[in-house]
């Protein structure tokens, strides 16, 4: 290794300060709360006119109630539902037929709940009557007219996202476009309708059945998440449980809404050719009536100490997937940092140590990928291994292989050429995302609602340039420790009991 | 730290399957006419008013043929301290020979990755993510590509790493050895993703299994690439002549200019020029066909027939009339199968269109195994539908007004404009393509938008491909004509 080389890293490093970049961004940023405890974060690009908007509700499949999982989901669902204006050939007529739906519902369920006790005839009878109640408030629905009103007036990326921790809402329009923005998306959080419900939820159940049901991957990380955590809501599907999904009712959205759309947890950013003066006009007038409400209560439900090793194993044809995960701390924990590297460090581009030692060097693997934060950040969860056996190659062979690189890596200390090349990779990450009007605006909120505060996006590489050799192998050595470790993968299912069941030993199924 | 992307696709769900893509669009808009009384109630959306869009500032894209015959062009974007290229080589994998499917693809991998005449390839990895810079190859259906990114700053170490991989790649052993070790793994795999196997099958049936557009790479065609047939392929497509370099971010154009001319002034190879792309086969491959799979809750379906060329006359009134069928949410196929039948979350139509052979109209929709029949026959409804009666006034205005006024869009990055440029170039059209191309899909009337579905759309030479498990279907598939079985096999190697 050339001194030169080692020359040109630690010059880097001093050229682009984060603090600099961010001195230099902050000009451009203008930020704001509403009485009622909404935050905007405005960021102008006058590039081109266009202008990205993002909403982050800071509540997602985590916050989902026992019995109910799949409802922060559907409730991002509904959301393009309209509003009582938009959607409608006649509210007031719609509503009532809406009610009449939920009073329909509430019979069959009342006689649904008298268990085997219930008339069957009668229960019929009662669907049919739901049913009949369903398509007659159909007759008043102007179906897909909000997204349309986006699509329309040149909306791209319209879309909405549920994750374990949040729920966002997305897209961009052309910079003249901006009050619509405004008038539809106050209107849908401010008098949200639950118009086809019901309709729906039979959408969301094929959703489930292709994300999950219909794929060997998702059926595997399914199973994996649910047998690494076993108190955290964290094992829950972000799609929600197939049988919960099946029933929820209206009334469900209803008291999620109620409960975590509180304006106080939810964040806003728009980025791009707008004027910050303007926004907070438009701000005040459209999203100033939304009432102010107590914000939810925190989730106390922690994920009690893992007392040894768990597998889960999938049987699937496909060719095998294995997922291996470590618990870790929270995204507030101090060693945060140090995980974002060790990822990294591990799978990083091609040199990635762990990526080279199995996919370049042995072979063993076609794909590996690291995540420092599985399946979500808020609260404490797992750093992931994803890991693509190449042809040939078992998943026993893998896991010994990653146990072995893991074993050198955390032997030796990290060499101070591979700690400042990830560290600048890191910091020329940052920089080149900041040209994207709707990739910017996700970061914004979604380091506002982690955080407290967007300018995490910068100062978080302080964090890391702070990270040393010893933190890395420290919490390598910590963390990456058999007893907490979670293993999941797939097995055809014809293979006969013994070799790839019983393969990784020692570990409980 | 929050808002890294990784690429498992797990985590998120979404309320869309596909962003729907609206092509492009400008506005005429009303003046903006301030309600001096300031009324705080609510307006109806109607009743905004919208102030003209600003105009679009269409940078100059500067271009220029260096001494040994490759063209540069190069546009200036002074917002972030980084500097961009790629370079676009005609060639493509419709060159492969028929019995070393993978040629193309794999010299595009091993051009990077096996390192350069003075440099391995892991000597290129470090160096580059040393100074988080990257150059990446890869040889797609019909064009190569060598690209660079570094900060400004590394600028010429990237530039001097990109040259040797554009022109001095070495094809190192165990880098190819390795690379195919990828593409075998690759092969083993594509039968467990149903989604994928139906756009394969699709394509494959579409364009002709036994053509450069419809076959596939198999252990034996991997198995028989040698080193010397990825020199031999990289020596006949990677000349200066055949290589168009677009290079944008923050540097001096005049600067840039020299500094290429100088760095590629050793560069003097030349080859016959590269003869044109096959054509593609103009014949209706008609069929029902299922793939059997057993462990999916749905059945995966893609079908359709040939889509057109971007230069045919009719493809602004064919978008139109795709778009109307199933694209977002207004689009009759996503109110009737997803928002009237709940039987999918995934369903979208499009108009395949390609620059320089025809593409693929498709129908694509995934539904649970019960609901198999009752979906395509709707589906094919509603084909029927667009090629019966004329669309309303509603649709027609509602999917011009999408694609107009998002076309500014298409100009909201540097990077996008010096793409189409580049594209245009490449593929032989005029510069001014998408203003023409808006002012045409403005013109577009209902009786356009019937013709076209008449004389375009053959749902009777439909291709419909079904990858799903037919014990779960309930009505069988057979109740809508004859069924093909697809035998999904993979051939061992030889």
Redesign the interface.
């Known amino acids: 290794m050339g001194k030169s080389?080692l020359a040109?890293?630690f010059?880097?490093a001093s050229?682009?300060l984060p603090a600099q970049i961010l001195k230099e961004f902050e000009k451009k940023v203008t930020e704001f709360s509403l009485p009622n405890g909404l935050h905007f974060i405005v960021a102008e690009r006058h590039?081109?006119?266009?202008v990205s908007f993002h909403t982050y509700v800071n509540a997602g499949s985590a916050d989902d109630p026992s019995g109910a999982t799949g409802i922060a989901?559907m409730f991002?669902?509904m959301?393009?539902k309209g509003t009582e204006?938009?959607g409608t050939t006649n509210w007031p007529e719609e509503r009532k037929s809406l009610d009449a739906i939920e009073a329909a519902y509430d019979r069959l369920d009342a006689e649904q709940n008298k268990g085997p006790k219930a008339d069957a005839a009668k229960v019929k009878v009662l669907n049919g009557q739901l049913q009949e109640a369903i398509d007659k408030a159909?007759t008043y629905v102007v179906?897909?007219d909000y997204?349309?009103?986006i699509?329309?007036?040149?909306?791209?990326?319209?879309?909405?996202?549920?994750?374990?921790d949040a729920t966002q809402y997305f897209y961009?329009l052309?910079?003249?476009?901006i009050?619509?923005w405004f008038?539809?998306e106050?209107?849908r959080f401010l008098h949200p309708v639950f118009r086809?419900f019901y309709?729906?939820?039979?959408?969301?159940?094929?959703?489930n059945?292709?994300?999950v049901?219909?794929?060997?991957?998702?059926l595997l990380?399914q199973d994996f998440t649910a047998t690494a955590f076993e108190a955290h809501p964290y094992r829950n599907p972000?799609?929600g449980w197939p049988s919960d999904t099946a029933n929820l009712r209206v009334r469900d959205a209803q008291a999620f809404y109620a409960k975590y759309y509180a304006p106080g947890n939810i964040v806003m950013a728009i980025v791009g050719?707008v004027n910050p003066m303007e926004a907070r006009r438009l701000a005040e007038?459209?999203f100033g009536?939304l009432p102010k409400r107590p914000l939810p209560p925190l989730l106390h439900t922690e994920e009690p100490p893992q007392h040894g090793p768990k597998t889960a194993v999938v049987d699937?044809?496909?060719?095998p997937l294995l997922v291996v995960g470590y618990k870790r701390p929270n995204?507030l924990d101090k060693d945060?940092?140090v995980f974002?590297l060790i990822?990294e460090i591990l799978a990083?581009?091609?040199?990635g140590v762990v990526y080279k030692s199995l996919v370049?060097d042995k072979?063993v693997a076609?794909e590996l990928?690291t995540?420092?934060?599985f399946?979500?950040?808020k609260y404490p969860n797992l750093f992931l291994f994803?890991i693509?056996p190449?042809?040939g190659h078992t998943v026993d062979e893998n896991l010994k292989a990653l146990e072995e690189a893991l074993g050198t890596f955390e032997a030796q200390k990290v060499d101070a050429?591979t700690l400042?090349?990830v560290k600048?990779?890191?910091?020329?990450?940052v920089?080149?995302?900041?040209?994207n009007?709707p990739g910017l605006a996700?970061?914004l909120t979604?380091?506002y609602a982690?955080?407290g505060d967007w300018r995490?996006?910068f100062t978080?590489l302080d964090d890391?340039d702070k990270v040393t050799a010893d933190d890395v192998q420290r919490v390598a050595r910590k963390y990456f420790a058999t007893s907490s470790r979670t293993v999941a993968y797939t097995v055809a299912p014809s293979t006969p009991g013994g070799r790839a069941r019983g393969g990784v030993a020692g570990e409980r199924q | 730290m929050r808002g890294r992307v990784w690429g498992l696709g797990v985590g998120g769900w979404f309320v869309v399957a596909v962003a729907t893509c609206a092509l492009w669009a400008q506005a005429p808009g009303g003046s903006r006419q301030q309600s001096a009384s300031a009324s705080l109630a609510i307006p109806s959306v109607k009743d905004l008013k919208f102030p003209p869009l600003k105009p679009v500032e269409i940078p100059a894209v500067e271009t220029v043929t260096l001494p040994n015959g490759m063209k540069v062009f190069l546009l200036e974007d002074h917002e972030l301290p980084v500097v961009n290229g790629s370079a676009r080589i005609r060639t493509g994998n419709l060159f492969d020979p028929p019995d070393k499917v993978g040629l193309a693809t794999i010299t595009g991998m091993v051009m990077r990755t096996g390192g350069t005449r003075t440099k391995t390839g892991d000597q290129l990895d470090q160096e580059l993510e040393n100074i988080a810079a990257s150059v990446e190859s890869s040889i797609d259906e019909s064009s190569g590509s060598v690209g660079f990114s570094a900060l400004k700053e590394n600028t010429d170490q990237v530039l001097a790493a990109f040259h040797d991989v554009l022109t001095e790649p070495e094809f190192r052993q165990n880098k190819i050895d390795l690379a195919k070790n990828e593409l075998r793994s690759g092969i083993s795999r594509r039968n467990d993703d149903a989604h994928g196997i139906a756009e394969r099958e699709f394509t494959d049936a579409v364009y002709g299994k036994d053509t450069p557009y419809g076959w596939e790479m198999e252990y034996p065609t991997v198995n028989r690439i040698t080193r010397d047939d990825m020199a031999a392929f990289y020596k006949r497509y990677f000349f200066p002549a055949n290589v168009m370099l677009a290079v944008w971010g923050d540097f001096n154009a005049a600067g840039m200019k020299t500094k290429l001319a100088n760095l590629f002034a050793d560069w003097k190879v030349t080859e016959p020029a590269v003869p044109a792309f096959p054509p593609v086969r103009q014949k209706a491959a008609p069929g029902l066909y299922l793939a059997m799979k057993t462990d999916v809750a749905q059945t995966f379906v893609v079908m359709g027939q040939l889509g057109g060329e971007l230069r045919d006359k009719d493809y602004p009134a064919l978008e139109v009339m795709s778009d109307i069928l199933g694209g977002g949410f207004r689009s009759r196929l996503f109110q009737r199968v997803r928002t009237r039948m709940g039987d999918a979350y995934d369903i979208d139509a499009g108009w395949g269109a390609n620059y320089d052979h025809p593409g693929l109209f498709r129908i694509t929709v995934s539904t649970k195994s019960a609901s198999t029949v009752e979906t395509l026959k709707a589906i094919n409804e509603e084909v029927q539908k667009m090629r019966t009666s004329e669309v309303t006034d509603d649709e027609l205005n509602t999917a011009k007004q999408t694609a107009l006024n998002s076309l500014v869009f298409a100009f909201d990055t540097k990077s996008k404009t010096l793409g189409r440029v580049l594209n245009y170039e490449y593929f032989g059209y005029p510069k001014d393509f998408i203003q023409q191309y808006q002012k045409a899909l403005a013109r577009v009337t209902k009786a356009d938008v019937l013709r076209v579905a008449k004389e375009r759309l053959n749902p009777a030479a439909f291709t419909v491909v079904t990858v799903g498990n037919p014990m779960q279907f309930g009505q069988p598939l057979e109740s809508l004509g004859p069924v093909k079985a697809l035998d999904l096999t993979i051939p061992e190697a030889k």
Request: proline residues 8%; charged residues 30%.
């Open positions: 080389r040109a890293v010059l880097l050229v682009l590039e081109a006119p266009v989901h991002e669902h959301a393009f204006a938009i159909e179906p897909n997204p349309r009103l699509e329309e007036n040149g909306g791209v990326g319209m879309n909405a996202s549920t994750d374990y961009s052309p910079s003249n476009r009050e619509l008038l539809l106050s209107q086809e309709k729906e939820r039979d959408v969301v159940q094929e959703e059945r292709m994300r049901e219909s794929s060997p991957q998702g990380l972000p799609g050719d007038r459209y009536p699937s044809p496909s060719q995204e945060d940092p974002d990822s990083g581009g091609r040199t370049e072979q076609l990928e995540a420092d934060t399946p979500d950040g994803f693509a190449a042809l050429q400042a090349r600048t990779k890191e910091r020329a990450e920089i080149r995302r900041l040209d009007n996700g970061l979604a380091n982690a955080y995490k996006l978080s890391l």
